[in-house]
């Protein structure tokens, strides 16, 4: 989230995608000490980041040689990471680890037989240092193999203070007062929203976080895992309420056919880039990054976010995404492999990258102080402090067929959906054949 291809399709936090781009080890950063027992060992590490992402998770890697003596190579694998993953398999050069973006891959992976169970001491250390959310999210039949190295809170909203004030608006507190100030700030001459449709996660992400609050946690869950059917009236009555912005053209920059051809970065640039196109973007935490490091803006005063409202009188939602590391049998280095995932797991790993920023961490006993800036502090703080309320993001927890592949399934429909709104039931009965096939597979 995510991602997943939700974090690693952007420019900055979540950039644009460099397919079997590899980084090797660079000058390490400090991390304090150890015995170079890992000396001379090479560690093979694959994950969706590239850009800045894939520099400052380089930074983690090049601590962990700092300690240990190991050296790293980094494989960018794409948005497609179960396919780029089985092909290393398959030609017998699998990685060590893969930070995984999706749950439903990482369950993917482990019925495969593809994983080893984290070492006693990473469980012991999940145990101690994360919400039980998080180890239940890397858990496949009552076997830990993921650990949640990276989050991201993806119920914020982002935008610009200027257009803001331009339309004598404050940021709203309900999903109806959110569309009320939208309405002002086209009046006011911009267009309220930048919707990067042509990135089909972005739109997953924007129905999830309606539905959480409409529909309830329990029901989440339950169509999470498909336990209910997308023809569930709450799935209608969700699609209904998401379709009361798509159907508008005035809210959106560009209309329904701008927002198709809108990636993600380029719905940041809509609102914070050099010749503003919109007042507000929706995605998560990431989207600082991309404004700060891009353009410029300094986060908490030229792009501020607020969290993303309360729909129909339910509660604000949080929805999370993540990346979480997991060895491969196959791999060459079980022993670094080890060693790196016990080492992910301590907060002076998830330091290491906090203070790059661009980066939340789920790992309860980081210090927030390692946060470089308020703004990142207040996310991770309201992401930590939901504990198990928290949701991972639905589509990620999906079989990749219809979570999580560009053209098909969730994706694709909800684009069709944001092209013609029209029509809830029959786009929830879409998604329903969708996810049907794709269980069953």
């Known amino acids: ?32 000490g150890g015995s170079k027992e890992l000396s001379g060992q090479t560690l093979d590490v694959a994950g969706v980041w590239s850009g800045a992402e894939q520099k400052n998770f380089q930074k983690v890697l090049d601590a962990f040689t700092a300690k240990t003596g190991a050296k790293t190579r980094f494989t960018s694998t794409g948005d497609n990471v179960s396919t780029v993953v089985g092909s290393k398999i398959e030609g017998g050069n699998a990685p060590d680890v893969v930070m995984v973006p999706q749950v439903g891959v990482l369950q ?8 080893r169970p984290l070492s006693d001491k990473t469980a012991s250390a999940v145990n ?24 991201a809170h993806k119920s914020t909203v982002w935008y610009s203070p200027e257009a ?60 999470a895992t498909h336990e209910i059917p997308w023809t569930d009236p709450t799935v209608v009555k969700a699609l209904t309420t998401l379709g009361q912005l798509f159907s508008d053209k005035k809210l959106i920059a560009g209309g329904q056919k701008g927002a198709l051809s809108t990636d993600f970065p380029g719905s940041v640039e809509k609102v914070f880039g050099p010749e503003p196109e919109a007042g ?33 009188g339910g509660k604000a939602p949080v929805v999370s995404g993540g990346d979480a590391a997991v060895v491969l049998k196959d791999g060459k280095n079980q022993k670094a492999a080890t060693a790196f995932l ?69 994706w694709k429909l909800l684009q069709d959906f944001l092209r013609d709104p029209s029509n809830p039931a029959a786009t929830a009965a879409a998604l329903e054949a969708a996810a049907a096939k794709a269980y069953k597979d």
């Open 108 to 115: 993917q992976f482990a019925k495969k037989g593809w994983l």
């Open 164 to 223: 803001f004030e331009q339309a004598g608006v404050t940021p709203p507190k309900t999903y109806e007062e959110m569309l009320k100030s939208a309405q002002a700030v086209s009046d006011s001459g911009l267009p309220a929203f930048a919707v990067a449709g042509e990135d089909g996660w972005t739109l997953t992400d924007w129905f999830e976080n309606i539905y959480l609050s409409q529909a309830g946690p329990d029901k989440y869950d339950q169509l």
């Open 280 to 312: 507000m973007v929706y995605e998560g935490d990431f989207v600082a990054g991309i404004a700060k490091d891009q353009f410029g803006k300094k986060v908490g005063q030229d792009a501020r976010f607020f969290p993303f409202p309360s729909v129909a």
């Open 128 to 151: 101690a240092n994360y919400a039980p959310v998080w180890k239940e999210y890397g858990t496949v039949d009552g076997t830990l193999y993921g650990l949640y190295f990276k989050a």
């Open 342 to 410: 016990e080492y992910l797991a301590t907060p002076e790993a998830a330091a290491v990258w906090a203070e790059a920023g661009g980066f939340l961490s789920p790992n309860r006993k980081l210090d927030l102080a390692s946060y470089g800036d308020d703004t990142l502090r207040e996310t991770a703080t309201s992401l930590i402090f939901a504990g198990d309320s928290v949701r991972f993001d639905m589509s990620d927890q999906a079989p990749a067929s219809f979570g999580g592949t560009k053209g098909v399934g969730e």
């Open 1 to 32: 989230m995510m991602t997943r291809r939700r974090m690693a399709m952007a420019c900055c936090s979540a950039l644009t995608l460099a397919l079997g781009a590899t980084a090797c080890g660079g000058g390490p950063v400090s991390a304090g």
